[in-house]
């Protein structure tokens, strides 16, 4: 799977730039993000599909994406996934006073250098990345994956702290692999993919979402799609959302397993490719 920092393959790239091979860096761009990572895979020969941006979870990193750029990839989607700054493979940064809004603008960074606007598709802190950019009018449609939820009041009594904490905090122990109580659909490879994945996260930017981030209203269309065996965030979590959104549920899939678990996954990307047909965005 080709790897980039800050871009993608030659044949997509917008920005002047220094190409080496298949990729290329540069330490900023017009929206001011540090060097990011972001791993590209396209399918065989040319598509008709907008390309989409994966966007991964809190603590997480792009290979999250894993099995979900293969199932894409099989069926004509070129997707690109972004380790958000300071995550993954994307160079090492202070992530203490890391905004919610600077992971936006890491994804805007990496739409702008897109041939068109993308599907902005995001897992759990992700998702609410995702329609926070999609808000902005970064992305053609918004697909949501057991998102965090934006609100319509902040709450102003929750403090804004500067800090960093690992995937414990989530309940996740990368040096426990034979802890499965978080991941209970994952097989062992799939499990230990999620391991992989995790790191460090800004508190900052996870208090922020637990202050709340306002968004009234989405400029594109948007799906949302839970797991129903999801007891993070569970479907009653998601009764009062107010924006204009379509829902799908997948049977057997946790909250990882939205993303990880491979027979989730090849029931999720048909129903998302469905939907987007749906909006004119795709032929089934």
């Known amino acids: 799977m080709p790897h980039n920092l800050l871009g993608f393959s030659s044949n997509c790239i917008k920005m002047p730039c220094t190409v080496n091979e298949d990729s290329y860096s540069a330490a900023y761009n017009r929206y001011h993000v540090p060097m990011l990572s972001v791993t590209t895979l396209l399918p065989p020969g040319t598509t008709p599909y907008p390309p989409m941006v994966l966007i991964h979870g809190a603590a997480n990193s792009a290979v999250a994406w894993t099995y979900w750029q293969s199932e894409l990839a099989t069926r004509g989607w070129a997707s690109h996934a972004v380790d958000l700054r300071g995550h993954g493979k994307s160079v090492p940064f202070d992530l203490s006073e890391t905004s919610m809004s600077d992971y936006v603008s890491d994804v805007a960074s990496v739409a702008s250098q897109l041939r068109e606007p993308p599907v902005l ?164």
């Open 121 to 284: 598709v995001g897992w759990s802190m992700g998702g609410l990345v995702a329609m926070m950019a999609a808000s902005a009018e970064i992305g053609v449609a918004c697909v949501a994956l057991a998102p965090s939820l934006p609100v319509r009041e902040i709450n102003p009594i929750i403090r804004l702290r500067k800090g960093v904490f690992g995937p414990e905090e989530y309940g996740v122990v990368p040096t426990s692999p034979e802890e499965r109580s978080s991941m209970p659909d994952l097989d062992d490879e799939e499990r230990a993919v999620a391991l992989a994945s995790c790191g460090n996260e800004s508190r900052y930017a996870r208090d922020e979402r637990k202050r709340g981030i306002v968004i009234e209203s989405l400029p594109c269309p948007l799906l949302t799609v839970r797991g129903s065996e999801d007891t993070q965030w569970p479907k009653e979590k998601y009764k009062n959302l107010w924006l204009d959104s379509d829902q799908v549920e997948i049977q057997g899939a946790s909250h990882w397993g939205l993303v990880l678990n491979r027979r989730a996954v090849a029931q999720t990307v048909p129903k998302i490719i469905e939907w987007l047909s749906s909006k004119s965005l795709a032929e089934v």
